[in-house]
Protein backbone atom coordinates (compact mmCIF):
# COMPACT_ATOMS: atom_id res chain seq x y z
CA UNK A 1 0.00 0.00 0.00
CA UNK A 2 2.01 3.18 -1.10
CA UNK A 3 -0.99 5.77 -0.15
CA UNK A 4 -0.65 4.38 3.13
CA UNK A 5 2.38 4.80 3.09
CA UNK A 6 2.82 8.11 1.92
CA UNK A 7 0.29 9.75 3.98
CA UNK A 8 2.90 8.07 7.48
CA UNK A 9 5.54 10.25 5.63
CA UNK A 10 3.19 13.49 5.60
CA UNK A 11 2.20 13.16 8.77
CA UNK A 12 5.69 12.64 10.25
CA UNK A 13 6.93 15.31 8.48
CA UNK A 14 4.26 17.66 9.90
CA UNK A 15 4.47 16.42 13.18
CA UNK A 16 8.14 17.61 12.83
CA UNK A 17 7.71 20.82 11.40
CA UNK A 18 5.13 21.51 13.32
CA UNK A 19 7.59 20.94 16.67
CA UNK A 20 10.56 22.98 15.01
CA UNK A 21 7.87 25.84 14.48
CA UNK A 22 7.55 25.75 17.86
CA UNK A 23 10.87 25.52 18.99
CA UNK A 24 11.82 28.52 16.81
CA UNK A 25 8.72 30.52 18.07
CA UNK A 26 9.88 29.73 21.55
CA UNK A 27 13.64 30.87 20.27
CA UNK A 28 12.34 33.89 18.93
CA UNK A 29 9.85 34.50 21.84
CA UNK A 30 13.11 34.99 24.48
CA UNK A 31 15.17 37.00 21.79
CA UNK A 32 12.32 39.38 21.48
CA UNK A 33 11.99 39.60 25.52
CA UNK A 34 15.78 39.73 25.16
CA UNK A 35 15.57 43.19 23.15
CA UNK A 36 12.67 44.80 24.85
CA UNK A 37 14.79 44.57 28.31
CA UNK A 38 16.05 48.16 29.18
CA UNK A 39 19.28 49.29 28.22
CA UNK A 40 20.64 51.15 30.28
CA UNK A 41 23.44 50.29 32.61
CA UNK A 42 22.17 51.89 35.69
CA UNK A 43 18.13 51.55 37.38
CA UNK A 44 16.33 52.17 40.11
CA UNK A 45 15.74 49.13 42.01
CA UNK A 46 12.03 49.85 42.84
CA UNK A 47 11.56 50.57 38.89
CA UNK A 48 13.00 48.61 36.59
CA UNK A 49 11.52 50.24 33.97
CA UNK A 50 13.72 53.53 35.07
CA UNK A 51 17.40 53.42 33.76
CA UNK A 52 19.85 55.35 32.65
CA UNK A 53 23.52 55.07 30.74
CA UNK A 54 24.80 56.84 33.69
CA UNK A 55 24.46 57.34 37.69
CA UNK A 56 21.69 59.43 38.46
CA UNK A 57 18.34 59.28 40.44
CA UNK A 58 15.01 58.16 39.68
CA UNK A 59 12.32 59.87 38.33
CA UNK A 60 9.51 58.23 40.34
CA UNK A 61 11.14 58.28 43.40
CA UNK A 62 14.33 59.76 43.34
CA UNK A 63 16.32 56.59 44.46
CA UNK A 64 19.94 56.69 43.49
CA UNK A 65 20.02 54.63 40.34
CA UNK A 66 22.21 51.14 40.96
CA UNK A 67 25.00 49.68 38.33
CA UNK A 68 23.22 46.78 36.70
CA UNK A 69 25.27 43.88 37.29
CA UNK A 70 25.99 42.87 33.89
CA UNK A 71 27.98 39.63 34.88
CA UNK A 72 23.86 37.72 35.48
ZN1 LIG B 1 12.25 54.43 41.59
Known amino acids: ?3 RRYILIVAV ?3 TWGVSA ?3 STHKDAKATEAAKPKGKYYCTMHPEITSDKPGTCSKCGMDL ?3 DTTK
Do not use: G, P
Request: one cysteine or more; hydrophobic letters at 50%.
Open 66 to 68: VER
Open 13 to 15: TAL
Open 22 to 24: CNS
Open 1 to 3: MIM
